[in-house]
Nanobody
Framework: HVQLQASGGGLVQAGGSLRLSCAASGRTFSSYRMGWFRQAPGKEREFVAAISRSGITTSYADSVKGRFTISRDNAKNTVYLQMHSLIPEDTAVYYC?????????????????WGQGTLVTVSS
């Protein structure tokens, strides 16, 4: 079992950058593949990025490719989402999530551990 705590959200101007962090409890963090998802007001939760247990393999939604980078530090039980060139459409509550397995996955239903979310607001 793992518990997740996301942080790092805030208000930023378009074109700016933010780094989100997700700290995990427990000694088995490296057993989990991790993902970031987001949910904008009135919209469904959507996939943003995912990373494998080792951090070698990553996957991104087309909308964030080239602007966002997911990474992890298994020694610190933390996964990160570095966001650059932010646009107003990136405004959402961002959630980190974990699931057992190999490789990466963008399928929301496969993730069974979720953090509480952190709000990112991008002003134009």
């Amino acid at each position: 079992h793992v518990q997740l705590q996301a942080s790092g959200g805030g208000l930023v101007q378009a074109g700016g950058s933010l780094r989100l962090s997700c700290a995990a409890s427990g000694r088995t963090f490296s057993s989990y593949r991790m993902g970031w998802f987001r949910q904008a007001p009135g919209k469904e939760r959507e996939f943003v990025a995912a990373i494998s247990r080792s951090g070698i393999t990553t996957s991104y939604a087309d909308s964030v490719k080239g602007r966002f980078t997911i990474s992890r530090d298994n020694a610190k039980n933390t996964v990160y989402l570095q966001m650059h060139s932010l646009i107003p459409e990136d405004t959402a509550v961002y959630y980190c999530a974990a699931t057992i397995g190999i490789g990466v996955t963008s399928t929301i239903s496969l993730y069974d551990h979720w953090g509480q979310g952190t709000l990112v607001t991008v002003s134009s």
